[in-house]
């Protein structure tokens, strides 16, 4: 099997929109009634969720003239929430074909359809011409992309110039394993972490100059600490979340998760880069 079969078959549900139509009944609504702020629990698959989108996003000035693209878009949330939030049109793209075919079905409940286009394909060859985009993001990707230099050069090659490129990953900043299962990996052959200094040199080796950089592992361990406390508040999880994903390996990726951020191994780190002009 390759890697990247490895890394669809590690993110596949097998019937996650029917999991997804279960369990909206439970929230009060319908497939008609959803809205984008309602999937967010399970649509956004990184640490922080929403939150950690709008702050992104908050710095990437996108507005209703750009065509911003998601690279490794999942379930198509971060490429909704930001057609929402900025007027943008936004093209995804991502390797598993079960969260692309779900996406494109919430994009046409939430009426979205026309502004939001997802697309299965792989980052490190995407099926666009250059200069296509008016920028870009990605959030929680690179941890299953060995080689950085490639990825940022096809991200580079489809943006126009000036273009900004916002990234939100998990990288290594302290030395040591991290625990597996993770939430991006089974195990450490589809794992490819790296640190800030090697996303940097991968950046700059594209062509992009970096702009700004934020290591979000304080507030990473706040919303950990607030997902526990509302779990418990409730009694278990909410009826759509990331256990909707994940399943039965829901807990086990989640400690894990948690330990490797708690112990200084890993952080979610935002790094805004821009294409020149």
Known sequence: MSIENAISKHYTHGDLLGAIQVAIPKLGKTVDSITVEDLGPV???HIGGRLATDHLLQQMKFTDKDHVLDVGCGLG???RYT???TNARVTGIDLTQEYIDTGNALCSWVGLERQVTLEQGSALSMPFEDESFDGAIMLHVGMNI???KKLFAEVYRVLRPGAVFGAYDIMQIGDGEANYP???ATDRMTSSLATPDQYRQALGAAGFVITAETNRREFGLEF???MKAKTEANGGPPPLGLHTLM???TPAKIKNLVENVSAGLLAPVEMI???PA
């Open 43 to 45: 649509d956004e698959f």
């Open 77 to 79: 949330g971060a490429a």
């Open 83 to 85: 057609a929402k939030k």
């Open 146 to 148: 060995a080689d950085k």
């Open 182 to 184: 993770a939430t991006w």
């Open 224 to 226: 950990f600490k607030q």
């Open 247 to 249: 399943q039965a390996t």
């Open 273 to 275: 880069a821009r294409k």
